[in-house]
Every structure is written in C-alpha cells, then in structure tokens.
C-alpha cells in the first residue's frame, strides 16, 4: 500500500522506509523533560537507536486526566523538572528535534497544547509533524487539521471499537492518520483485554484509502506488538511500559524492549500482501 493523503513528507517517508523493509512503524510515547531533561534527551535519542520508528513525545500537563497512573506521574516528574509549557518545553524540544532522526508527534492536551497555543510555536519552529490530541472533539481536530495540514503537520484522529459505522465513516473523511484505540478507558490499565484488532482495522482500512493506520493502548509486550501488526494496522503504539522504564530508570531494559518489540513489527507474507 502507498500512502498517498499525508500531509507530513517525514511520515510518508518513514512509512515508505519501513514498507521497503517489510516492516510496520513502532511508535513510542515518552514524555518531554521525564524524569530530568538531560535524561529525557538521552532515553528518547537511545530508544530511537534501539528501534522506534516514530517518538510521540508527551507535553507536560498538571492534569492529564485521560492517561493512567504511570503516565500521571511521568507528568508530574516532568513538570517538577521545569519542563513547563514554553519557558522549560521548548528549549528541550529543540535540542530533541536536532538531536533525533525521526519524525516527532506531539501528544498532549487542548489546555497546553491548542489554549495556550503551544502547537503554534511547535509549528512555526517546524519541531514537530503530527498532532495527537486525545481531549479535542473531531470538529476540533478538522480545524486544526485545515490550519496545520497546509504547513505539512498531520493532526492524528482517534477511533475505538465501540463506534458505529457512520462514526467511523465521519472520523475517517478527510483524515490522514488514525489512532484505533484497543479498548475504551485510561493508558496503561493493566486489566485491560486487547482483542478484536483484525476486526477493527478492517472496519476503518476502507474508509481511510491511502492514509495511516496504528494501534494502540495495551501494547505493553512485544507479542502485542506482533499482534498489532498481524492485525494488519501499519503501525503499534507503545507507551506506558516505555514511561515506566523511564520512571524506574531502567535505561539498558528500556532499550532492549523497544528492540524486541520493533523485531516485532516484521510483516508476515500474508500482511505484505494485504
């Protein structure tokens, strides 16, 4: 499959690299500035190394309400390091864009990011390439989209399982990359099952011809991963085990997972085929 609607050439190309490889994307989710900047720096440019294909690099909240308890916590840790909205955020950040040769997709929150008009500066200073908004309605997310897109920043969208078709119709119409979450609730909920992701990617795969497609939530072992991308999503998300890496400062088991996981995502003839 050729991506043809990306805004961002660095996706498409990153894409295309791994296609080329037989590969899907590892897409891995830290958190700016956690637990110190200089070890946020080190850990995301390794993890890099070790495999990730793309950093969702996490912007600091005091209230980020839809992530679980690990992720809670690496915001905190963060926040308590300076790396608060510009002041502290955006000097690192431009030391991590200089620093990683992958594309970087800014998660955060509509009060930081859209309110105080972080993305803004993320994209005027070109340090970013997609947009993951969890908190934005869809109305939301096509604003951005028409704004940002002729900039070459794609603003991610987000479909889970419990949607009806119409919704996912709506939710793909004009989208360039889709987030399907595996299950409804918080990042990083250890109870959480993880099923059906053959059956949600063949719901949204024709409504989104030619546009990116990964999973996440509950992707915490490189099995997942695999499944993930048997599924037949281009790409796996992975978050909370790699913040909680981060957290414990497990650096050498944080690298070795993001490897084990990224061998992972080598595509089965019948996935190349798809």
């Not at 990306?6 to 830290?30: C, D, K, M, S, V």
């Not at 281009?234 to 913040?243: E, I, N, P, T, W």
Request: charged content about 25%.
């Amino acid at each position: 499959m050729t991506l043809k609607i990306l805004h961002n050439p660095f996706n498409a190309e990153t894409y295309r690299a791994a296609q080329e490889r037989g590969e899907a994307l590892l897409i891995g989710y830290l958190v700016a500035g956690d637990p110190t900047a200089e070890e946020s720096l080190e850990m995301i440019q390794a993890s890099v190394q070790a495999g990730i294909d793309i950093i969702e690099l996490g912007v600091p909240s005091p209230d980020p309400y839809v992530d679980g308890e690990v992720i809670k916590r690496a915001h905190k840790r963060a926040l308590d390091a300076g790396a608060a909205a510009s002041e502290g955020l955006l000097p690192l950040w431009r030391r991590i864009r200089r620093g990683v040769s992958s594309p970087i997709w800014a998660m955060g929150y509509k009060r930081e990011l859209v309110e105080e008009a972080l993305y803004r500066s993320l994209a005027e200073e070109k340090l970013i390439d997609a947009l993951v908004l969890p908190d934005c309605s869809l109305e939301e997310q096509i604003r951005l989209q028409n704004e940002l897109g002729p900039a070459g920043i794609d603003v991610v969208r987000f479909i889970n399982s419990s949607m009806d078709e119409e919704a996912i119709r709506r939710t793909c119409d004009g989208a360039t990359i889709i987030y399907a979450q595996s299950y409804s609730g918080t990042t990083g909920d250890p109870l959480a099952r993880v099923q059906g992701l053959g059956k949600l990617c063949d719901r949204i795969r024709p409504h989104l011809p030619g546009g990116l497609i990964v999973a996440g939530f509950g992707l915490r072992t490189p099995d997942r991963v695999g499944s993930a991308v048997d599924s037949g999503f281009d790409g796996a998300v992975v978050g909370s085990v790699l913040v909680r890496c981060c957290e414990n400062r497990e650096k050498d088991y944080l690298y070795r997972l993001v490897a084990e996981m990224k061998l992972e995502t080598a595509r089965s003839d019948k996935e190349l085929n798809r």
